[in-house]
């Protein structure tokens, strides 16, 4: 009987998959949580190529500057830092609370999890509320809604409209990521954690004089789950496999040491000072 539900399962994410890859590939439509992409997740999907899955060897260990030859290394567990900034994980820790949450009361509903509550509270309209800059920074007045990093951009793209983590959001966005985070619980508990190449935690190094962050860029709710349990137990994840992320970005390292040559200073679009206060905001609140 086990058999026969899964292979119903398979064939019904399959079917979601090819809806979904011509509605937004072939179509080109807007690509939305809408009810197939919450019940591909709530029939974990990913699990179904878990199983025969073969762990990484990895010996190499990234440390303040060191030089990584390898294509996978590990970071440690408490040097993650999220796209959206350091509260990702830390102080507010949306992410890091709801995974702690799911941990403790797997079948926590929507409007009672510690995210909804973070999402309703949390709706800052610029920079300034967002990573709680000085008022005198003129990246302050920045809406929230565009993404911008002046070690990336030159300027604002105001084409590119970003859903970060934080409110205001719609109801099944935030029961898709609830859902997501029961998953890897689900399934690091029943196959243990073990990243292939196409699902590794993706991002780049900051480097400030004396510490470092692992930017993250692919793999928020993953680094949660791992934080989650090494929180509990501390002995297990403390050093996670990562690789550099190369679709989006072809960063390695980020060095505050050459501010002077951000695009967005080169370009006069902040000062470095903004530019480096920014940029603090990924190692601390």
């Known amino acids: 009987m086990d058999n026969l539900i899964n292979f119903l399962k398979i064939i019904l994410v399959r079917s979601i998959l090819i809806f979904q890859f011509i509605n937004h590939r072939i179509l080109q439509r ?9 019940l591909k997740h709530s029939l974990n999907f990913y699990s179904f190529n878990l199983k025969e899955r073969k762990a990484l060897k990895v010996n190499e260990e990234y440390t303040f500057k060191s030089n990584i030859k390898k294509k996978y290394f590990r970071v ?8 959206d900034g350091f509260y990702t994980f830390n102080g ?9 949450e799911l941990f403790n009361c797997p079948k ?3 409007e009672e999890s510690y995210l909804f509550r973070f999402y309703k509270n949390f709706k800052p309209k610029n920079y300034g509320q967002l990573y709680k800059l000085r008022s005198n920074n003129s990246l302050y007045t920045v809406s929230s809604i565009y993404q911008f990093k002046p070690w990336i951009n030159s300027f604002i793209d105001k084409t590119f409209i970003r859903k970060g983590l934080f409110g205001p959001i719609e109801h099944n966005e935030i029961q898709h990521r609830l859902i997501r985070l029961r998953n890897i619980f689900i399934n690091i508990n029943k196959f243990g954690y073990v990243p292939s190449d196409k699902d590794i935690i993706k991002g780049y190094i900051l480097l400030s004089d004396d510490d470092y962050r692992f930017l993250i860029t692919s793999g928020h709710h993953r680094v949660a789950v791992l934080k989650a349990i090494n929180k509990i137990y501390p002995e297990k994840f403390r050093k996670v496999i990562v690789t550099f992320e190369k679709k989006t970005s072809n960063f390695k390292i980020v060095d505050q040491k050459e501010v002077e040559s951000w695009p967005a200073v ?4 902040c000062s470095k000072e903004d530019a480096l206060e920014l940029f603090s905001k990924y190692f601390h609140i």
């Open 30 to 38: 807007k690509f939305s949580k809408d009810r197939f992409e919450l």
């Open 76 to 83: 440690d567990i408490n040097k993650f830092t999220g796209f």
């Open 92 to 100: 507010e820790a949306p992410l890091l609370k709801s995974a702690m």
């Open 108 to 110: 926590v509903k929507v």
């Open 266 to 269: 080169l370009n006069n679009f």
